[in-house]
């Protein structure tokens, strides 16, 4: 029987089709010098990933940078920040306004 090994966090937590996620966990992940594959959409920014104010702000910068997107600081809520996912669910609705 062949051996398959088991996904990493990353992949298991994450849709294969969700270029967002993917392309926020990568900015995250460059930011903070991090490998990607330690990071999933359940990850904790600031408890987890020890993301402070000024971290928030560059990762904003980062965002805009590798997604081609402006985002308005005024609209940003201490929830977004919560998790990857819920930065994820920011970054999505952003881009619907």
């Known amino acids: ?3 398959i090994p088991a996904p990493t966090v990353s992949q298991a937590t994450t849709p294969a ?3 967002l996620t993917h392309a926020v966990i990568h ?3 460059t930011l903070l010098n991090q490998d990607a594959t330690t990071i999933s959409p359940q990850t904790r920014l600031f408890e987890d990933l020890a993301l402070d104010s000024t971290g928030v702000l560059e990762l904003l910068m980062q965002l805009e ?3 081609g997107a402006e985002f308005d600081p005024e609209t940003l809520e201490p929830a977004d920040f919560e998790n990857v996912e ?3 669910a920011y970054v999505a609705k952003q881009g619907d306004a």
């Open 27 to 29: 900015s995250v992940a």
């Open 1 to 3: 029987m062949e051996h």
């Open 65 to 67: 940078n590798d997604l």
């Open 86 to 88: 819920s930065l994820v």
């Open 17 to 19: 089709g969700d270029a």
